[in-house]
Antibody
Framework: QVQLQESGPGLVKPSETLSLTCTVS????????WSWIRQPPGKGLEWIGY???????NYNPSLRSRVTTSVDTSKNQFSLKLSSVTAADTAMYYC?????????????????WGQGILVTVSS | DIVMTQSPDSLAVSLGERATINCKSS????????????LAWYQQKPGQPPKVLIY???TRESGVPDRFSGSGSGTDFTLTISSLQAEDVAVYYC?????????FGPGTKVDIK
């Protein structure tokens, strides 16, 4: 059974960089797309971006200037960095796996999610 | 960006009755090359991550009770819970994965009447 676990600081100061890691267990990080999604308290879901196991990335244009995602296949982990954070970035951050798709085909839905990590931006 | 809308915002249904949630995309999410709608439905209970119920608009995820069904094509989709159970109280989201940025609907909260 594939499991995802987010880790990182739960409190980040304004203007600093939020850094999170998602550790994948029960399966290989290779051959899948991996996304970060966030959910402000009491609100809906916002896609942040994805990273492919090759390192290829795609980001939400609304966050593109501040987001970096990366993958470490040796550790079966992928990471998120969000710079210049403000209170508006306070949210539950989830990592999730896109269901496996044949090479060269379009993205698929999310079949596995982490439990999420609440990140608060405050001084 | 493809904008996803849902209706209603919330609904309360008696146990055993039918619940219907609608989702509309601002442009078609039907990929003509494989005739698949790139539309999924997720259920989120308090304190939990979303869980996929339906993908390809109408394919039930393994282990999901058959009282959950999805229908629709192109830009208009429906999630139906045929006989609401107490454990179905949750927020339901539709999501398009046809193109990036991936987008979600605002959610529909389902409660017991």
């Amino acid at each position: 059974q594939v499991q995802l676990q987010e880790s990182g600081p739960g409190l980040v100061k304004p203007s600093e960089t939020l850094s999170l890691t998602c550790t994948v267990s029960g399966g290989s990080i290779s051959s899948n797309y991996w996304s970060w999604i966030r959910q402000p308290p009491g609100k809906g879901l916002e896609w942040i971006g994805y990273v492919y196991y090759t390192g290829a990335t795609n980001y939400n244009p609304s966050l593109r200037s501040r987001v970096t995602t990366s993958v470490d296949t040796s550790k079966n982990q992928f990471s998120l960095k969000l710079s210049s954070v403000t209170a508006a970035d306070t949210a539950m951050y989830y990592c999730a796996r896109h269901a496996i798709a044949a090479p060269g085909t379009r993205l698929r839905h999310y079949d596995y999610w982490g439990q999420g990590i609440l990140v608060t931006v405050s001084s | 960006d493809i904008v996803m809308t849902q209706s209603p915002d919330s609904l309360a249904v008696s146990l055993g009755e039918r619940a219907t949630i609608n989702c509309k995309s601002s442009q078609s999410v039907l990929y003509n090359s494989n005739n698949k709608n790139y539309l999924a439905w997720y259920q989120q209970k308090p304190g939990q991550p979303p869980k996929v119920l339906i993908y390809w608009a109408s394919t039930r995820e393994s282990g999901v009770p058959d009282r959950f069904s999805g229908s629709g094509s192109g830009t208009d989709f429906t999630l139906t819970i045929s006989s609401l159970q107490a454990e179905d109280v949750a927020v339901y989201y539709c999501q398009q994965y046809y193109s990036t940025p991936i987008t979600f609907g605002p959610g529909t909260k389902v409660d017991i009447k």
